[in-house]
């Protein structure tokens, strides 16, 4: 008779192990698949504690997503406040991330996405954000940046309807629309209030930019119109042209002027490039306002520059792209000090076109058999073309006539006629003289 086995316990112990391990990985798994399904980020509870206590859990507050609201019953003023389209998104770069006021997750978002009360909105590294409030104030969001939108509440006092938001970090820069005088921005900072309008009898649009540093300390520039910064019951005016900095504990700075504009040089407004294959190297370069560490260039494909192509720091008044395909691009330039960047000069405009095609050249040979050894022949190619007569370059005007004489030599003798465009593209005529002297 066979007797049963009997198995160690200290397989039991290893079975045991392996079995907890199997579920420790499971649970591991699982988490990681959570954390992707539902990003982390701050909680709308710390950003909005201005706008009063959120709801308690399990008391989602009653907005204009909410399907109770569809029972037929009266929405009182402050829900239908809440459920009102604040801010409309213009376009994106990259990565853009929402999320709503009753929600937990993050989820991407497209041109046209509908903003309302606490709703937040955040770009990540090289992602970019346009936001158009409805009072057609406009707000660029640059790389890292988080903002909180909140409900639009007229300010009796001031007369004013202003767009109103929690910044919580990165890079902000604003206009103020033009078409409402009543207008206006304000943004809530770690350390304070800034309120920015257009400037009194200023038909312009207000500009800013508000930029926030590691410890909460935010920036604001002002390039036209004028902001008003409350922090720690006082209120500072930054006028255009003036920058301060307003800290975490609420502690200003004086306004400080900003590097004045930089002219724009090369190339001339409007100035048409071409090539055949490869894109030409093109210089871009602007005058120096001193006293400034470096500027700050921005290419791009549309006057708005929402289409951005080359964006970049340098040192010196002067940088070369090499890689300008057909079309028509802008560039602008600000002037940086002390990380303080000044206003954009006025965007100026280049055409790059690509060309295969030979240059136009009409050539006046005289007659093809010479009793003498003078002679001279005229043409017309395309402006800017150049003109070789015999291998030698010879001048032509600015509307691309020319005219050439020299010295036949006895018997025949072949000229020869090029014209090399911008782009690299030839042309040729050619003619066979006989002279006979």
Known sequence: MELPSVVPSRYRVVEAVVIV????????????????????????????????PLP????????????AHASGSPKSSQEVAAGEVAAVLVRTTNTVKHRAADEISWSGVRPGERFRDRDAVQTFDNSTARLRFTE????DMSPNSLVVIQR?????????????????????????????????????LPGGVVRVRSATRDRAGAQFKISMTEDHASTVAVYRGVAELDANGRTLQVNEDFVSTVRSNGETTAPVRLPARPKPVEPARDRTYS???????????????????????????????????SDARVRTPEFRHNNLKHGTYYWRVSGIADAREGAYSNPARLIVVRDRNPPALNVHFPSKTRGSDAYTLTGRTEPGARVSVGGHRIPVTAAGSFQHSLRLGPGSTVIVVEAVDQAGNVAYRSELVNANF
């Open 21 to 52: 391990g199997i579920a420790l990985a499971f649970f591991a798994l699982l988490l990681g698949f959570l954390r992707v399904l539902f990003p982390a980020g701050p909680g709308l509870r710390e950003v909005v504690t201005r706008e009063g």
């Open 56 to 67: 308690a859990a399990g008391m989602a507050e009653p907005t204009a997503r909410d399907p």
């Open 136 to 139: 057609g104030n406009v707000l």
């Open 152 to 188: 639009v509440q007229p300010d009796p006092v001031r007369r004013e309807t202003p767009s109103k938001l929690v910044m919580v970090d990165g890079e902000l820069r604003g206009t103020v629309s033009t078409h409402d005088r009543t207008a206006a921005v304000e943004v809530a």
């Open 275 to 309: 090539y055949r294959d490869q894109p030409q190297q093109i210089r871009f370069a602007w005058t120096a306002p001193a006293p400034v560490d470096g500027y700050h260039l921005v290419i791009a494909r549309d006057p708005d520059f929402d289409d951005v192509v």
